[in-house]
């Protein structure tokens, strides 16, 4: 077993109630991994006791067999973790060619050329490559708050490859998303995902996003695995539809 | 005009007023601006404190005193200027660092007691331990430097000091704030969920804010023991530390430029206002409240507002039918 990450018997209490209940699972390299289910059924809580906003009650997370369990979002970040929120979470005061500078620039050089090295971090031609490679280029100098939600939305998921991750984890990606710009997200998914070998989580409610992209599920419901396959046998066996609606 | 185009072009018609305005002062005036000078530079340094990283300190005063301690004991006793300045600003940044430490351990902001108890102990210092700063009596004779072989012992050469100190902060204060770090602290500040998960340490970055801003406190003060070539005890009390906050909200806090508005509101304002005696500082904390509640950006932002509405109907004006 070469596991990219594995969750073992994770559990998240808030007081008496477990949002999280024992779940366990395990993602190979290069997978692309939905997690479904209902609202309140603890997709978030699973996925911040993943990557470090909230410290797992018990279980264990183990990255290459390394147990991460517990450590905060900054290190896991450096371990190659990255992510986005269910809601947009840009600086919104920086330009957006700054946001994506900012993603990146802590995963390289050393402090000291933090304070006085060059401004760019020598991010600037891959922000500029990320850029072009989401259509955001016209916008680099834009104050990210001023551009539109969608492209705010597009900036927030760009910005979680900026340090070129190993397993990097989108929340809603598809909310508020008009039909073309999900298309084009969908492509620009499917092409980072062959093209650098990125493994995936996706979590999301619109269904029919996930199972187009995903290569297996996980289905939650109440704080439990319910199911858990590839979306063709899982669809045939009826469990996706009857937890996700 | 851009807005940039338009900020770079108001900076060089001040920094060319700067060095014009000396020339046609008295030995008074040129003595307000150096006082400007010192108290601007102790301002950027609380800036990046409390504007860039967001912390509260009431301590600055105290860094300032340090400085100004240090300068008078070092140059007193023969050692160059410079040196002054390497020592004061070392020990400056080492007590903010060991004062932020184990401030920003804690979720609760605990900075302002500490450096409120930091600057306590040091205002009993000055004033107690005789054997090294002469107590109450103070540190007479506190020797003016030489730049370049020219001597500054003169209120217009040391007032073309001041303002050389000045330009050099600033311009090394612009850099920092334009490096990743500079950056990452501006990410912080407009979002604290998204800096920690790209990776962004910010207790350390915040430390180091709060910790190069009490070195430029210390740069400050040896330029003040330069300037009035006499240190004692009084004018480094809590009261000059609340001066200074306020001269970084007044100003703008989180803006290059905040300092040197605050400052001149703070010392150059009240000479032009001495026919309203001790009302003035009745009007200044009036017109303090009234701007914290309407611009809490700031007399920059109060600036950039005008300048916006002043722009608005002519771009509208421009417009084609």
Redesign the interface.
């Known amino acids: 077993m070469n596991a990219l990450l594995s969750v073992h018997d994770l559990t998240k209490r808030f007081g008496g109630t477990p949002a999280v209940d024992g779940v366990s699972f395990a993602l190979e390299p290069g997978e692309i991994l939905g997690v479904v289910g209902p609202s309140g059924s603890g997709k978030s809580a699973l996925v911040d006791c993943v990557f470090g906003q909230l410290a797992p009650s018990s279980g264990e997370v183990r990255l290459d067999g390394r147990p991460i369990t517990g450590l905060p979002a900054r290190e896991l970040s450096r371990l190659g973790l990255a992510r986005t929120f269910q809601r947009v979470q840009v600086f919104s005061q920086l330009t957006v060619r700054d946001n994506l500078i900012a993603a990146g620039q802590e995963h390289r050089g050393s402090l000291w050329s933090r304070l006085v090295g060059p401004a760019d971090a020598g991010l600037a031609g891959t922000a500029a490559e990320m850029m072009a490679f989401f259509r955001l280029d016209d916008l680099a100098d834009q104050v990210a708050g001023t551009v539109t939600d969608g492209q705010q939305k597009l900036l927030d998921t760009a910005m979680a490859f900026m340090a070129r991750p190993r397993l990097v984890l989108l929340e809603e990606p598809a909310a508020g998303l008009d039909e073309a710009a999900l298309g084009a997200l969908r492509e620009r998914l499917r092409a980072i995902n062959a093209q650098a070998g990125a493994t995936f989580m996706i979590v999301d409610r619109d269904l029919h996003f996930v199972t187009s992209l995903a290569t297996r599920l996980l289905v939650l419901g109440k704080g439990r695995v319910v199911a858990e396959g590839d979306v063709d046998t899982l669809r045939n066996s009826g469990v996706i539809e009857a937890e996700s609606t | 005009m851009s807005p940039r185009a338009l900020r770079y072009a108001a900076a060089g018609a001040g920094a060319l007023a700067l060095i014009m305005v000396p020339f046609a002062l008295t030995d008074y005036g040129l003595y307000v601006l150096s006082l400007w000078a010192f108290a601007t530079i102790a301002a950027i340094g609380l800036n990046l404190t409390f504007g860039h990283a967001g912390q509260v300190s009431l301590g600055q005063g105290a860094f300032v005193g340090i400085g100004a301690y240090t300068a008078a004991l070092l140059t007193t006793r023969g050692w160059p200027f410079a040196a002054a300045y390497v020592v004061a600003f070392i020990i400056c940044f080492a007590l903010g660092w060991g004062v932020g430490y184990p401030a920003l351990r804690v979720r609760r902001p605990y900075l302002p007691f500490l450096t409120l108890a930091l600057g306590a102990f040091v205002f009993l210092v000055f004033r107690n331990e005789e054997w090294l700063t002469g107590g109450v009596y103070g540190i007479n004779r506190v020797p003016r430097p030489s730049l370049f072989g020219l001597s500054t012992a003169g209120p217009l050469g040391f007032c073309y000091f001041c303002l050389f100190n000045l330009a050099v902060v600033s311009a090394a204060v612009w850099?920092?704030l334009?490096?990743?770090?500079g950056?990452?602290l501006?990410?912080l500040?407009?979002?604290p969920?998204?800096?920690?998960?790209?990776?962004?340490?910010?207790r350390?970055y915040t430390l180091?804010a709060i910790a190069l801003g009490a070195g430029l406190g210390g740069v400050a003060g040896v330029l003040y023991a330069a300037l009035l070539q006499y240190v004692d005890p009084t004018p480094f009390s809590l009261t000059m530390s609340v001066s200074l906050l306020l001269m970084v909200v007044v100003g703008g806090s989180g803006r290059l430029l905040g300092p040197f508005l605050g400052a001149a509101a703070a010392v150059v304002l009240p000479e032009g206002m001495r026919f309203a005696q001790n009302y003035y500082l009745f009007g200044y904390a009036l017109a303090a409240i009234l701007l914290m509640a309407f611009c809490p950006t700031g007399l920059i932002g109060l600036g950039e507002r005008l300048l916006m509405t002043l722009a608005r109907p002519s771009a509208a004006a421009k417009a084609p039918p």
Not at chain 2, 178 to 181: G, K
């Open positions: 850099c920092l334009r490096s990743p770090w950056r990452a501006a990410a500040r407009a979002n969920l998204r800096a920690e998960a790209v990776g962004i340490d910010t350390l180091i």
